[in-house]
């Protein structure tokens, strides 16, 4: 029998509460990881998923504190090793790439040089060993030209290749164990999809063992051989992946995959009630009763024990669940998610917002330009966006997808007045928008508001939740002070908060409760159109499933636009009426929800699709086009050109594709024509294959 690597057994940490109290981080958490294994560890925000990677390094965060069990790697018990001794461990046996791998690499230090310390420090390389096998390195985390990112700062590299970096630094020491924290938060969904196959074939290849910490049950799903599933400081199902995705056993982990909005299905997902408890909540029963439909009396007296099942020949799998057995005779019923379908708005008659040939670009146009433009010696380089004609209907959601950089944001910042565009126009009715804000009519502001991606940037922190949603009230209403805590009040009921958070900060509440107060903000103001910037990417997916519910109700009841900005197209079917696909700042292909993704026509949108990560385990993606980060288009001809998977000759690389009508609403950016790629691209959607 092969001994587990890492054994972990009735781990308790806590922490003292400001009451004096000792709080639970973990509870009597129990798991094992055998020498080469993927473990996928999944569950919503502040389960203790990061608490536990970090105890397999003999890490605890300031303020926590060992308060029951042991974490052996081989036959160590990490909590008892001296402090050179955890250096030896640390690094060399053991590896950690954090969530933020931007942080994590030092700013002013070139990459090679980073990895070298590693290579010096803990395999006791030569100078120039250790400069030849960091360049090996490199490559073998397949970046393009080596020697030259080698020398390159970690500002220099785009998001995917700062992530390869810090795979490569963390197995310069050939560890036997490597810890990914988010890995992949944060990318869009081709790095990602290159990212992930990298993270199994490097697994395959050198035998080293994966914690895979993640909220993305898709991404999991890619990379595990085995998944545990947290949920308020315990593991309640522990299995292999197949199984737990395939057919779960713990009502809790039903409901996280009830909330994955669904690449094949233009519905909304199902949004789990209520919230898990606080950290250091004190629990008596199940922890999960209250948003349990199997729950009954024993569970609100009798903590449920993990219990091993066995069916069928099947490797064991354990659950910490009283009524198990119910969950799996119910499994007809309830393992097909029910999800909501969203009215399509299919009377698009109204233009509310539309862009003429818009050009922004963030140059400086300064003396010195034009000095090399009058002398003849200055080349422009091209627009951030180009040539943008795009039409916002009353109502609707149009959703703007691509990779990052592609300017997605960059349109959102000229449509609210943050940038004004140099060529063309923006219009809203019969107003002109091609003006930064300042130069709008007061009277015009309040109506597009935006909700960005990350509420703790764009919430006060000083501010309380009142004093937050009555700022646009006095910016742009004439009205007292009663009728503003009335209307602010109203916002928080419809965003489905309590009165009570009126009096709270932002630091108070969860990441979801904090959008939910962003988007409380941005609907006090009575807009006609909300700019949404990948809303929900930060978000757990139980939280980002209520998120989605709750724009869908807000659209229904107050028939405000959106222009909803994501790199999940997952989350873009479930919300959106039409799709536009960027690239490089240029249109590739815009139409009806349904019509872009059955089947994707342009390679660029087909390449997207392929790239997404479904929750199902064996499924591989399709990696269509090179993981290729390019920092401008080309001057001329198709912007896609240069990583396009059905480059069709010179023709692409000279002429400008022409736009083709492929339906109703449908047009694509393309040589070649639209009945070939249909064809082309229906006998190539992926499939499943198990294990």
Known sequence: MIQPLVRIEDLTIGYHDRHGGLAGILRQVSLDMRPGEALGLVGESGCGKTTLGLAMLGFLRPGALLRAGTVSFGKVNVFSLTSKELENLRGKRIALIPQNTGESLTPNMRVGAQIEEVLTLHRNLGKKEARSRAVLLLGQVRLRQPEEIFGRYPHEL????????????????EPELLILDEPTTGLDVTTQAHILVLL??????????????????????????????????????????????????????????????????????????????????HLEGCAFLPRCPFGDGACAEIAPQMTPIKENGDAPHKVRCHHWQRVLETDASLGKQQFRTRPRRADLKEPFIQLDG?????????????????????????????????????????????????????????????????????????????????????????????????????????????????????????SSREQRLQRSGSALEKVQL??????????????????????????????EIVLCDEVTSALDVSVQAAVLNLLADLQADQGVAYLFISHDLAVVR????????????????????????????????????????????????RLLARDVKESEPPPKGCSFQRRCPRRQGPICDEETPPWQAVGEEHFIGCHIPAEKLCVDQMSLIPTASPG
């Open 158 to 173: 785009s998001g995917g290749q700062v992530q390869r970096v810090a795979i490569a630094r963390a197995l310069a020491s």
């Open 200 to 281: 199994r074939e490097i697994q395959t290849q050198t035998g080293t063992a994966m914690l895979y910490i993640s909220h993305d049950l898709g991404a999991v799903a890619r990379v595990s051989d085995r998944v545990a599933v947290m949920y308020a400081g315990h593991v309640v199902e522990d299995g292999l992946a197949i199984r737990v995705f395939g057919r779960p056993t713990h009502p809790y982990t039903r409901g996280l995959l009830a909330s994955i909005p669904r690449l094949s299905e233009s519905t909304l997902p199902q949004a789990m009630p209520g919230q898990p408890p606080a950290p250091g909540e």
């Open 358 to 478: 818009v050009d922004i670009t963030y140059r400086k146009r300064g003396l010195g330009t034009l000095l090399r433009r009058l002398s003849g010696a200055y080349n422009a380089p091209p627009n951030t966006v180009s040539g943008i004609n795009l039409t916002i209907h009353r109502g609707e959601t149009l959703a703007l997808v691509g990779e990052s950089g592609s300017g997605k944001s960059t349109i959102a910042r000229s449509i609210t007045g943050l940038l004004a565009p140099c060529a063309g126009q923006i219009r809203m009715e019969d107003q002109d928008l091609s003006r930064v804000v300042e130069k709008r009519p007061s009277d015009l502001q309040h109506h597009i508001q935006m909700v960005f991606q990350n509420p703790d940037a764009s919430l006060n922190p000083r501010h309380t939740v009142h004093q937050i949603l009555d700022m646009p009230l006095r910016l742009y209403f004439r």
């Open 498 to 527: 309590s009165s009570l958070y009126a009096h709270r900060f932002p630091g108070q509440m969860s990441g979801g409760e904090k959008q939910r107060v962003a988007i409380a903000r941005a609907f006090v103001a009575e807009p």
């Open 574 to 621: 479930s919300i959106a009426d039409r799709v536009a696909v960027l690239y490089q700042g240029r249109l590739c292909e815009v139409g009806p929800v349904d019509q872009i993704y059955e089947p994707p026509y342009h390679p660029y949108t087909e390449t997207l699709l392929a790239a997404v990560p479904e929750p199902v385990p064996g499924m591989q993606p």
